[in-house]
């Protein structure tokens, strides 16, 4: 799987400091949060509808920063897997693989709490998911466990809720899509 995710990273956008970091992360193994604690790989998936220009972002409990869907790899997963676990746990929805592009951009986040958590680096592989808003009906149930307020933001309205740089970079990369 290790040579599966370099490919991967390798194609993805990404500074060349960051994929180098990247690479010389997944060499090293145990990337899942339960293996290594304090620096695991993170999948975001991001929806957004690219018709007018608008995306899906909520106001995270335990970060309390705006941010984008996603969550930690699982042991063995990919991140395609991740996503599709993720998604049925935070939106109540099966995603199935087809809908689901290749990951378009990898960033780093720094993990600013350690008085809360030991994770100190989250390696964020991110997904970019094309939705009719009109036709996106995640469960509120579902989303309530992990998010204060959701919904559906414009590019400028996301701009400004986002301050977290990696989340910053995730709408830079869907705003030049258009």
Not at 45 to 62: E, L, W, Y
Not at 88 to 94: D, F, I, K, M
Not at 130 to 146: A, G, I, M, S, V
Request: proline share 6%; with cysteine; charged share 20%.
């Amino acid at each position: 799987m290790i040579h599966h995710l370099t490919a991967l990273i390798t194609e993805a956008n990404g500074t060349p400091d960051i994929k180098t970091k990247f690479i010389n992360r997944l060499q090293e193994g145990s990337l899942a949060r339960s293996e290594n604690p304090t620096s695991h790989l993170c999948v975001y998936f991001a929806a957004f509808d690219p018709a007018d220009g608008s995306v899906f972002i909520g106001h995270h409990k335990k970060s309390g920063l705006w941010l984008f869907n996603g969550g930690h790899m699982d042991p063995g997963e990919t991140p395609l897997n991740t996503v599709i676990r993720e998604a049925s746990e935070e939106w109540g929805l099966v995603v199935h693989p087809g809908a689901i592009a290749q990951q378009k951009l990898i960033t780093l986040t720094r993990i600013e709490h350690p008085e809360q958590i030991i994770c100190e680096w989250h390696y964020d592989v991110w997904h970019f998911l094309p939705f009719d808003r009109k036709l996106f009906h995640p469960k509120d149930r579902n989303l309530r466990t992990e998010f204060y307020s959701y919904g559906w933001k414009s590019f400028d309205e996301a701009a400004n809720l986002l301050t977290s740089q990696p989340t910053v970079e995730a709408l830079t990369y869907l705003r030049n899509l258009r």
